[in-house]
């Protein structure tokens, strides 16, 4: 959201005439440029979608291997022009100032676009000069690194305001002077030089055009074009009106439907503020009618939203970025992130459901059903099993398809797509096209859900597509969003002449041009969005090329160290504190960015020299929950603000409602640190269901406790006994290591032999400790997880793990880690060439114990007891009717 968005937002909900115009243009811009000036804007942005499926397919190889040809751009070239498009496209969307205009382009604009894209092109004109300098940067370079850094930044505020460009500009300050005397001692580092540090954030893959930027160009483009695309074909009005035709008629039915809807959207939304925005839009007026009050209506958006962008497989298209930076599979990460989110809306539900008891409303009027029970009960059994049959002939069709004929399975794929969507099209064709209901209207009939799912149900088609790819197929995030959004223009293209043909009326020619401009708006309003997210990974290169050239992520440990004072769960909060804040006023991916880039190694340094040893993962989704958590946390809460323009609330009262709502949230990253089954991590399928199933039951209870309603008020000690059983429920363990340690304490010496006598595949888990690298005087310890090799004796298996450990002395030394194996960044703490050798100072053996779910029992029988008391008190229905 630009600066000047922002402010006129701000301005017009203080003088209670909210301006959702400013909340809409956040995504693609304040301007809205007429004339050659927009025709080229939108052609711009038309060619970026274009170029990006282009460089995703197979089209570059085909093209250099017919015609002779390099069509071909590497990864280096394709971000540098990812940046080009983002920049140029920034500076003539989005006005530098305040009264700047807003439907045409200024002079100094396309001057600023100009430079912008220059800069980007400078590094491919001359990348064969530039690779042979080898970090000897000529003067031209200073001087176009310098400028384009410049014109970064003019574009980081124009698209993100200040709070991205402030905290970019403290990385920089701290590179050119984090080494002057009057800096604190603690985070002083040598200092670099300009030639250094514009080589380093403009020259090469460290800084702007480093991982981030890598990731955006190739899989996040895509994923947004695909959400673009579904958006405009009328995903988003479908998605809508078939929660408040599934959930309307319940207590509080409009704000339940909004969590559904902003859940159905958050899978392929890339903003929450986008997110509150199309579904708010129609869904908190609704709210207000039924009887939430306009802060808590805004509320319900807001958390909605907000968890939309934790919701698989996009995220805010952060999963991509999370599987980069922690070397873990997509897929694997979709799997991590799926329970938490799903727990997540389940308890938002609940919540709406207890806050419509407290206010004792009612569901809107559902529309009345010739048909009975039974025979509701036989259609969805009906369409239940056709959907599993023909998932069954799709799977094994295709897997013989594969087998037999493997050349043939992409035809055989769009074969069978054809098929599926022609069936699906007539079906819809039955049925008027869904409209966009005015929310603001007197009188509003629920939609029966029946009718409004068969209206749309090829919409469902692409993103079966998108998770066959990634999850059966197994193809990259990047070909399987492509392919996705091919099977998206295809509807896009054919769905109005296809209803038509069906609906037997011949209008090939209108309906075809119909498509033609869903496709074209589509395809621009993509890359309108990819705007701010291209230049937020850019920025966001700076703070990883910042932390990679200075260390001071190492600062950060030690600062948040020396205010815990060691201890592990205020360490954790220091962390979600520190990552709220830096993640307000933020997109999701820049957002993720920063708050990973300091925060994650904080947990993984300092949480295992206090002996948690946590998986990356579990470290990544931490601070990403409670960065995004930020979109609804006063005093920036931007996606609170956005809902407040919409309902008419007060927004800084809307972000505390919200942030109430999202307390359970919060508590979900704290139980997967110490609970990482809720991950699916290393469990079973049926354990998966069983964690699932317990999980959710806990976090309704958490809910019921944090709302002070259950089945009827909760007293102050129902609430207490509320929360300790849900603690028990979601972490058995902790009461379980209070009479039973988990683990057997054996000396170092012993470690070779216990490595030997270890299982296959069973990891070693050893505490290490030696002299501190930057204080040899001081001794420091870390606790590690080591897998070790499969064969051989001890040592071999240790070595197999990257460690090379020695018996001298009576004790077990280490060697410092070669480069490249697991433990050499985590244990460059260490100095092992001091007086005092690094050794393995323990090893901890898992010990024997009784299943730690015995502890469900009593926490079962407390909240029987709770159960029964609040019963006697119980005036309503706690679950069910309307």
């Given amino acids: 959201m630009s600066t000047q968005d922002e402010r006129s937002a701000v301005e017009a909900i203080d003088h209670s005439q909210p301006d959702l115009a400013a909340f809409e243009a956040a995504d693609s811009g304040g301007r809205k440029a007429t004339g050659v000036a927009g025709t080229v804007v939108v052609v711009m942005a038309f060619i970026w979608s274009l170029f990006q499926l282009y460089i995703s397919s197979s089209v570059p190889y085909w093209v250099t291997e017919n015609f002779g040809f390099n069509a071909v751009f590497n990864s280096s070239e394709s971000r540098v022009i990812h940046l080009a498009f983002a920049m140029a496209l920034t500076m003539l969307s989005y006005p530098l100032f305040k009264n700047s205009p807003k439907d045409r382009v200024p002079v100094y604009d396309w001057v600023l676009a100009a430079i912008g894209a220059s800069t980007c092109f400078y590094l491919i004109f001359f ?124 207590r509080g039915g409009p704000a339940k439907a909004a969590v559904i809807a902003s859940a159905l959207s958050g899978i392929y939304s890339g903003s929450s503020i986008a997110n509150v925005v199309t579904t708010g839009t129609f869904t908190i007026p609704l709210m207000k009618r039924t009887g939430f009050s306009a802060e808590k209506a805004g509320a319900v958006e807001v958390a909605s939203s907000t968890n939309g962008q934790l919701t698989p497989p996009v995220m805010g298209a952060a999963a991509f970025l999370i599987s980069e930076f922690t070397g873990i599979s997509y897929p694997e990460i979709i799997k991590h992130a799926m329970l938490p989110a799903l727990i997540s809306y389940i308890a938002l539900v609940y ?74 099209i007539a079906l819809a064709a039955k049925r008027p096209d869904l409209e966009v209901d005015d929310p603001n209207a007197e009188l509003i009939t629920l939609p029966k859900p029946g009718e409004v799912a068969m209206t749309g149900l090829y919409f469902v088609l692409p993103i079966i597509v998108l998770l066959w790819c990634i999850l059966i197929e197994r193809l990259s995030p990047s ?13 896009v293209l054919t769905q109005h002449m296809l209803k038509s043909f069906f609906r037997g009326k011949i209008a090939i020619v209108s309906d075809l041009w119909l498509g033609l401009c869903d496709f074209w708006e589509g395809m621009v309003s993509g890359a309108r969005s990819m705007m701010p997210i291209g230049v937020a990974t850019a920025v966001a290169g700076i703070i990883i090329g910042t932390v990679s050239l200075t260390g001071a992520h190492q600062v950060v440990g030690e600062f948040v160290e020396f205010l815990s004072g060691g201890n592990l769960i205020l360490m954790l909060f220091l962390v979600a504190v520190m990552s709220l804040i830096l993640g307000m006023g933020l997109p999701t991916t820049a957002n993720y960015i920063v708050v990973s880039s300091l925060m994650a190694p904080v947990i993984v340094t300092v949480g295992a020299q206090s002996g948690l040893v946590v998986p990356l993962v579990a470290v990544h989704m ?82 019921a406790a944090t709302q002070g309603y259950f089945m009827a008020k909760s007293r102050i000690w129902e609430t207490v006994a509320l929360v300790l059983i849900a603690f028990t429920l979601f972490r058995p363990g902790y009461w379980l290591d209070q009479v039973d340690p988990p683990y057997l304490e054996k000396d170092g010496t012993q470690v070779v032999q216990l490595a030997e006598a270890n299982g ?71 100095d092992f060439y001091a007086d005092e050798p690094v050794k393995v100072n323990r090893v901890d053996i898992p010990a024997e114990r009784i299943a730690k779910e015995v502890f469900y029992f009593p926490a079962l029988l407390l909240l029987a007891l709770v159960v029964f008391f609040q019963r006697r008190r119980q005036t309503q229905p706690a679950f069910w009717g309307k």
């Fill in 479 to 491: 070909l399987s969003a492509f392919w996705a959004s091919v099977a998206m223009i295809f509807v």
């Fill in 127 to 250: 990348k064969l000069d530039i690779a042979t300098r080898a970090g000897l940067p000529t003067t031209a370079d200073l001087i176009m690194s310098a400028v384009g850094l410049i014109a970064l930044a003019i574009a980081v505020y124009r698209a993100l305001g200040l709070p991205m460009l402030i905290v970019a500009g403290v990385f920089v300050f701290y590179v050119f002077f984090g080494h002057l005397s009057w800096m604190p001692e603690a985070v002083q580092w040598k200092g670099a030089s300009f030639g250094k540090a514009m080589w380093h954030y403009w020259m090469q893959g460290e800084g702007v055009f480093g991982v981030a930027l890598s990731v955006s160009a190739s899989m996040i483009f895509l994923f947004v074009l695909f959400g673009a695309l579904l958006e405009r074909a009328g995903a988003g009005n479908y998605f809508i009106k078939l929660a408040f035709g599934l959930l309307g008629h319940l």
């Fill in 622 to 703: 931490f601070v990403f929950y409670f960065g995004i958590l930020a979109d609804d946390t006063p005093p920036v809460g931007l996606a609170a603000f956005a809902a407040s323009a919409i309902s008419g609330g007060d927004p800084i009262k809307t972000g505390l409602q919200g942030f109430a709502y999202d307390i359970r949230t919060a508590l979900l990253p704290f139980l997967f640190i110490f609970n990482t089954e809720l991950l699916l991590i290393d469990v079973t399928w049926y354990k998966a269901i069983f964690v699932f199933i317990v999980g959710t039951v806990a976090m309704l209870l958490f809910a």
């Fill in 351 to 424: 919540i709406v459901h207890l806050e419509a008891l407290k206010l004792n409303l009612r569901g809107m009027e559902r529309p009345p059903s010739h048909l009975n029970a039974m025979q509701k009960m036989i259609g969805f059994l009906f369409g239940f099993i056709s959907f599993m049959l023909m998932g069954a002939i799709v799977y094994w069709g295709l897997g013989w398809i594969k087998v037999a004929y493997p050349g043939m399975t992409i035809w055989g794929a769009a074969g069978i797509f054809l098929v599926v969507y022609l069936v699906l």
């Fill in 760 to 830: 296959v595949g069973k990891p070693l888990r050893m505490e290490i400790t030696g002299p501190d690298f930057d204080d040899v005087d001081k001794m420091t310890q870390i606790t590690i997880m080591a897998n070790l090799g499969a064969e051989g004796d001890g040592l071999a298996k240790l070595s197999g793990a990257g460690l090379t450990v020695m018996e001298e002395d009576g004790i077990a030394k280490l060697d410092e880690p070669m480069a490249g194996t697991p433990f050499f960044n985590t244990l460059q703490m260490f």
